[in-house]
T-cell receptor, first 107, second 114 residues
Framework: AQRVTQPEKLLSVFKGAPVELKCNYS??????LFWYVQYSRQRLQLLLR?????SIKGFTADLNKGETSFHLKKPFAQEEDSAMYYC?????????WGAGTKLIIKP | NAGVMQNPRHLVRRRGQEARLRCSPM?????VYWYRQLPEEGLKFMVY????????ESGMPKERFSAEFPKEGPSILRIQQVVRGDSAAYFC????????????FGPGTRLTVL
């Protein structure tokens, strides 16, 4: 079955500390994975996708097919990173979503 | 470009009433997707439409739910005879192309069924 798992509902780290938001997937094909972010009172927006291999706002994510993971990382957290983060997998035109992780950056 | 618009932002209905949720895609986008988010869960795909066509409604409950995207006007998600379990946030997304195109999301409609 196609599934996306984000094991942490809540992650709280201090400003300046490294951040890693976990995402594991189950998919019987070549996956296309995304991270979306939702800041307070704002709409969902695409943060990054694995095929572009880019770094956005200091975040990176590497697709690990062996571990079926697509963890989101940032070396030094900033207060403005506080938000809900969702990992998603494309299956045809559908996006299959994880339950999300709420990231809180403490000052 | 104003982005994807959804209205109303909040909708309260009593059990048995009908709910109509509207989505205006971004200018130039002819592909619309509806997702539902129950509390504490991720978004779940419901339906994918192009202008005047339903392409995939595999995620939509067979009864009481319907969707349309007419030639003119917004896409409508209609829920008849609402029940408490329909309470959720409903998100609409649009893309300029289907398949691999990036999906841009609206702010969502929060439906509460009393």
């Amino acid at each position: 079955a196609q599934r996306v798992t984000q094991p942490e509902k809540l992650l709280s780290v201090f400003k300046g500390a490294p951040v890693e938001l976990k995402c594991n997937y189950s998919y019987s094909g070549s996956p296309e994975l995304f991270w979306y972010v939702q800041y307070s009172r704002q709409r969902l927006q695409l943060l990054l996708r694995h095929i572009s291999r880019e770094s956005i706002k200091g975040f990176t994510a590497d697709l690990n097919k062996g571990e079926t993971s697509f963890h989101l990382k940032k070396p030094f957290a900033q207060e403005e990173d506080s938000a809900m983060y969702y990992c998603a997998l494309r299956s045809n035109y559908q996006l299959i979503w994880g339950a999300g992780t709420k990231l809180i950056i403490k000052p | 470009n104003a982005g994807v618009m959804q209205n109303p932002r909040h909708l309260v209905r009593r059990r048995g009433q009908e709910a109509r949720l509207r989505c205006s895609p971004m200018k130039g986008h002819s592909h619309v997707y509806w997702y539902r988010q129950l509390p504490e869960e991720g978004l779940k795909f419901m339906v994918y439409l192009q202008k005047e066509n339903i392409i995939d409604e595999s995620g939509m409950p067979k009864e009481r739910f319907s969707a349309e995207f007419p030639k003119e006007g917004p896409s409508i998600l209609r829920i008849q005879q609402v029940v408490r379990g329909d309470s959720a946030a409903y998100f609409c997304a649009s893309s300029p192309t289907g398949g691999t195109g990036e999906q841009f999301f609206g702010p969502g409609t929060r439906l509460t069924v009393l």
